[in-house]
């Protein structure tokens, strides 16, 4: 599985951007997918999950209502529009796969082998 971020860039805060993730080979066998940021000298932390065929989403707190994901499986595609956005999501932020994986109580953990993508960087300002 091939996973390509686009659609990072530098926007002022409140303001909106959306990520993109192009996903291409043996992606029949993805059940979740997700998006995933890093901020230097932080963890990589997860941000959105969708999963169960694309009917279910989960939201780490600190975006709930302020990031939307969706995925386009038609053209293997998988989004993260990002709403009233805010210095601290300044961050790396990355495209994420798996056949399966656990969710629950808000978060989701992907089961290996897990497929990641280069990163699109997000600068808030």
């Known amino acids: 599985v091939q996973l390509v971020e686009s659609g990072g860039g530098s926007v002022q805060a409140g303001g909106s951007l959306r990520v993109s993730c192009a996903a291409s080979?043996?992606?029949?066998?993805?059940?979740?997918m997700g998006w995933y940021r890093q901020s230097p000298a932080k963890e990589r932390e997860g941000v959105a999950w969708?999963?169960?065929?694309?009917?279910?989403?989960y939201y780490t707190d600190s975006v709930k209502g302020r990031f939307t994901i969706s995925q386009d499986t038609a053209k293997q595609m998988l989004y993260l529009q990002m709403d009233s956005l805010k210095p601290e999501d300044t961050a790396m932020y990355y495209c994420?796969?798996?056949?399966?994986?656990?969710?629950?109580?808000?978060?989701?953990?992907?089961?290996?082998?897990?497929?990641w993508g280069q990163g699109t960087q997000v600068t808030v300002s």
């Open positions: 969708v999963f169960e065929g694309g009917r279910s989403t």
């Open positions: 080979e043996y992606t029949e066998s993805i059940n979740c």
């Open positions: 994420a796969a798996a056949q399966g994986c656990d969710c629950y109580r808000g978060s989701c953990e992907f089961r290996a082998p897990i497929y």
